[in-house]
């Protein structure tokens, strides 16, 4: 099932953001924002506060996950 083009347009921005906070963190970035997660968020991005995160993830870069995904 294709995404409707605003929802491609928010994946793709989540997915660069997400890219650029692994680099940033030096972490994989699956570890930063899960790969099911992304697709959730696609659909609603208020759904930034039910993310788990793995121990790598400190309360810092969460903060800052977070502050990045409510602002796409």
Known sequence: MAL???KKERF???F???EGLAKKF???PNLVI???D???LTGNVKDAG???FCNKIND???EEILSIIKDI
Do not use: T, W
């Open 4 to 6: 409707p083009k605003d």
């Open 26 to 28: 030096n972490l994989p």
């Open 60 to 62: 810092k870069m969460r």
């Open 38 to 40: 992304l697709f959730v």
């Open 50 to 52: 039910s993310l788990s």
């Open 16 to 18: 660069e953001a997400r």
């Open 34 to 36: 899960a790969n099911p």
């Open 12 to 14: 793709k921005a989540l």
